[in-house]
């Protein structure tokens, strides 16, 4: 079995989405491991955003993952990172897939892309080291 970083961002935290996303996440049949609220600073951001530095949405983003709390999650299950990365959708919820969190739940934020809902790690190396910034 396999282990992964989630987090209800900030915008799935305020929409009141954080029991639906958990409900999509457990029908699938993911085990939750640890969950906590998390009010993150600014140091843990740049941490666990580190390969977007200097990107121009960068700023915004952290601006974005420190407007309220979060909820991170430590999922496992089988090939629960790439599992997880299908339940999510792609990046951008305006044109994600049906079925999916963010073509489900997520809004048109026009260029404002960075309120997508949910992250999920990208590869196992990244699972290792974000749950190592938020656990
Ligand atoms: P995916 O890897 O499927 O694209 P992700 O959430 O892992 O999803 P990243 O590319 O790692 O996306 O980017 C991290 C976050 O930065 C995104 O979830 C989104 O919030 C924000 N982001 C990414 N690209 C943009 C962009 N072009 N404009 C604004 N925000 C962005």
Do not use: C
């Amino acid at each position: 079995t396999e282990e992964t970083l989630v987090l209800v961002k900030p915008d799935g935290v305020a929409r009141g989405l954080t029991g639906a996303i958990l409900a999509r996440i457990e029908a699938k049949g993911y085990s939750l491991v640890d969950i906590r609220l998390v009010e993150p600073d600014r140091e843990t951001l740049e941490r666990h955003y580190a390969e977007h530095e200097g990107k121009p949405f960068y700023e915004p983003l952290l601006d974005f993952m420190m407007s309220g709390p979060s909820v991170a999650i430590r999922l496992a299950g089988n090939r629960v990172i790439e599992g997880f990365r299908s339940l999510a959708g792609t990046t951008d919820p305006t044109t994600a897939a049906p079925g999916t969190i963010r073509g489900d739940l997520g809004r048109d934020w026009g260029l404002k892309v960075q309120q997508n809902l949910v992250h999920g790690s990208d590869s196992p190396e990244s699972a290792a080291r974000e749950l190592d910034i938020w656990f």
